[in-house]
Structure formats: C-alpha cells, structure tokens
C-alpha cells in the first residue's frame, strides 16, 4: 500500500470540509447529574409524603373543598393510567413506567442543560412515585392502585407525580422547540 491509500482519521481537526470547524465536544457535568438527582428525590417524597397524608387523613368519597371548587382534596385508588384508562392492564403500565425510569437514568449521563436536568428529574421522580404505588400498594404487587387525591373542575383526580410527569413533558417541549440539545448544545439553524 502506497501513501495514497491513506485517509485522515475522523477525529483529526483537519478532517472534514475545510469551511466547516467541528462542533465542539459537549461539555459533560456531573453537576446536571446532581440537579437531576436532586429533583427526583424532592418530587419522588412530596410524592409519597403527600399521598400519606391523604391515606391518614381522608375519606374515599368525601371531598374536601380546598379552594371553593377549583381545587378539591378527593381520595380514590386508581388502578389504571391516566385519566383512570386502562384499568386491566396495570402490570403493563408498571413495565412501562420502569422502562421510562430505566431510560432516563441512562440518558441522564448526557445531561448539558439545566432545563433538560429538571425535566428528567420531574420525569423520574413522577414515574418513580406511581411505581412505589403499582408494585407495593394493595390489591397486590403490580398490581396496586395510584393514590390520587387532587381535584379540579373538569379534570380527572391526580396526584404529585402527575403534575411532575406532565410538567416534565411540558418542559421537555419547550427546550426541544428552543433547539437546546440533550446536551446542551443548540441546534443549528439555517
């Protein structure tokens, strides 16, 4: 093999159009790891903090007007996901729920942004706190019922993990539609 069979290598600086500088390495922290474990662990005990307090302290069909009837304390067990769908299939909504846990763990060794970091916590401490409930609440291990006990007009009973979850997905929304990478690098646009 003569010199002219040789390439650069991918990693080179030089390699590549010449008008193009490579993007720079992303800049990896552990301290979006820490926000994300911080966020988690706070949204996974208000979780589990306020469902005990409406275990000990509530009656299963006796609402409590909070803020006249915007927002009520109203206790049920929920066997399915959201909006009481798929009451049959709570081993599956388990499965899936430590999948999503799994995965964001996994991802969360990309972390670059504040914004992803917060989101990934809310996500995991929500997920986290309605697994709690699936695997160790009665009838039986994966089986159990949510504990939900917020209450607003027109909307279905829902807990804290619920808001973190849907605040998570709301989070994660916007930092996509603001072209911020899970990273933290933005993306390009033309």
Known sequence: MGDADTTEPADDPSAGSPSSPPPPPPVRTWKWMGLFGAVGLVILLLDQVTKALALAHLTPGEPVNVVGSLLKFNLIRNPGAAFSLGTGYTPYISAVQIIVAIGVIYLSRRLGSAGWAVAFGLLFGGAVGNIIDRIFREPSAFH?????????????????????VTSAAILLVIQTLRGVKLDGTREQRK
């Open 144 to 164: 159990g019922h949510v504990v939900d006990f917020l209450q607003t007009p027109h909307w279905a009973i829902f807990n804290v993990a619920d808001m973190a």
